[in-house]
């Protein structure tokens, strides 16, 4: 695992953009694994910047989902299809045949999350998925003591996770209990995995993924697993690392060539 000390969030943005854009280079039809919430919206906004100035050409990228409310209708401005078509899809000059995510208003929720874990296998695997972390460890919507081998299922939110994201709502009462989202061993299948974690309020969290032990009761140890995972924090996320003086030595030393 390398973790990266960035001074604020727009630093953090730029620096996995231009990963996402060199990948893009070098790979033109990747499938690229996107997160919702505030943290990533620096990463999309960088990145888009790339293409409007033609560094970077996206014109053949596919974009998936990591999860999605179960019960929302279709359309929903909070669904996080929308928000990913909104967000990323739309500003990157991409049509929804580019997409493809979990359907959460399905018959059968089961079924729908067999098909859509079997789909991202036949699409190729994902080549870059971006991450976050809540602040109790959860990553994609792996509350703690998620199996470290799950696949993509159905959760129900802790009442900690759903009041984080009331202020996406007009109350605590919009929002959903249940959602779909990959596992933990289907998140772990993506050929590189970004996490972005910033501001004060996620500093245990990263402590506890990038130095604690591998637990399940903090999903987001479960990086320490994968061959290729990387961490940018900002400063105020980095405050409770013990080792962030050598993380800071080791990126700073690190060749040009090798990127992130």
């Given amino acids: ?3 990266v000390i960035v001074p604020d969030a727009a630093a953090g943005g730029e620096l996995i953009a231009e990963a996402m854009a060199d990948l893009l280079r ?50 929903h401005p909070e669904s996080y299809r929308s928000v990913v078509l909104r967000e990323v899809v739309d500003p990157l000059g991409l049509t929804e045949d580019s997409f493809m995510g979990p359907d959460g208003s399905a018959e059968d929720v089961a079924a729908a999350c067999t098909a859509y874990d079997r789909a991202l296998g036949e699409a ?22 998620s199996s470290l081998a799950s696949r993509t299922r159905i959760k129900t939110l802790t009442e900690r996770t759903r009041n984080d994201n009331a202020r996406f709502f007009d109350s605590l009462d919009e929002v959903p209990h249940h959602v779909i989202t990959q596992g933990i061993g289907t998140i ?34 479960a990086l320490q697993l994968h061959p290729h995972a990387t961490v940018v924090v900002d400063e105020a996320a980095a405050s409770r690392l013990k080792l962030a003086d050598y993380f800071r030595a080791t990126f700073a030393a690190k060749p040009d060539w090798q990127g992130i």
């Fill in 26 to 75: 070098r790979k033109p039809d990747a499938l690229l694994g996107v997160a919702t919430g505030s943290t990533p919206l620096p990463i999309y906004e960088a990145l888009a910047a790339k293409v409007r100035s033609a560094e970077v050409d996206p014109s053949r990228a596919r974009i998936c989902q990591l999860d999605e409310y179960v019960g929302l209708p279709a359309g």
């Fill in 1 to 3: 695992m390398e973790v």
């Fill in 188 to 221: 772990l299948e993506a050929r590189h995995l970004v996490l972005l974690a910033t501001g004060e309020a996620k500093a245990d969290a990263v402590a506890l993924a990038v130095e604690g032990p591998l637990s399940a009761l903090v999903p987001a140890s």
């Fill in 124 to 145: 190729g695997g994902v080549d870059l998925q971006l991450l976050g972390i809540g602040t109790d460890g959860h990553i994609g919507f792996n509350e703690p003591c």
